[in-house]
């Protein structure tokens, strides 16, 4: 419990590195510098041959190729071994015809578990939560998202986030709620009281000298 809290005391947050790890997958020896000048979605699931587990393996294998033609990578963990990892994978390419893509890191002793905060005890002491963490080719930590031992994730929301992350990095801009690509962006507001009065002059669709949105 005492080395718990000390890990809580130092997880990850947005815009900080992407703690280092060297792991055992279903693919092999992985290091997170692999991923490096890649995007990579990290996530991890409660337990193997659990339902909603399966069907979030199964809908993460249908978005694989959209999110690769992005430049993003997916790397799924749990705290069950290897062989029970390619049991899994292979149960679910024989019962359910979906193939796996990608690998399946084997954390047995929990280390990438508790450097990234994916154990909450309130919900479950020997199994990790849904936890989604995005790291830019940087390998700094973009975005992080949380959900219940009961929830399956939504695969849209995750894609439509890489986008908006990619987005928003390219052209220095900001993406309004519900935001999806080909929508209008949001232009950075002014610094300044001069700049403010330009910015209604610059074309943008303002409601406001606060908030003005643009077409990319």
Aim: proline fraction near 7%; include cysteine; charged fraction near 25%.
């Amino acid at each position: 419990m005492e080395e718990l809290r000390e890990q809580e005391a130092r997880l990850p947050r947005l815009g900080d590195p992407a703690p280092d790890f060297e792991v055992i997958t279903t693919h092999g020896t992985i290091r997170l510098e692999d991923y490096k000048g890649s995007w990579l979605i990290l996530f991890s699931h409660p337990a193997d041959f659990t339902p909603v587990c399966t069907t979030e393996f199964m809908a993460f294998a249908n978005i694989y190729g959209d999110l690769q033609k992005r430049g993003v990578e997916l790397l799924g963990l749990s705290i069950d071994s290897v062989n029970s990892h390619i049991a899994w994978v292979r149960n679910v390419e024989e019962k359910m015809g979906v193939k796996i893509p990608f690998p399946i890191i084997a954390d047995l002793s929990k280390e990438v578990a508790l450097r990234y905060g994916m154990i909450h005890p309130g919900q479950s002491k020997t199994e990790t939560v849904r936890c989604v963490f995005v790291i830019d080719p940087n390998q700094i930590v973009r975005a992080i998202i949380y959900y219940p031992l009961t929830t399956g994730r939504n695969m849209d929301e995750i894609v439509r986030l890489i986008d908006a992350l990619q987005v928003t990095d390219e052209h220095k801009v900001a993406t309004p709620a519900n935001w999806r690509p080909g929508d209008p962006v949001i232009v950075p507001p002014p610094n300044t009281q001069e700049m403010a009065e330009e910015r209604l002059k610059q074309g943008y669709d303002c409601n406001d000298w606060y908030f003005c949105l643009k077409k990319l």
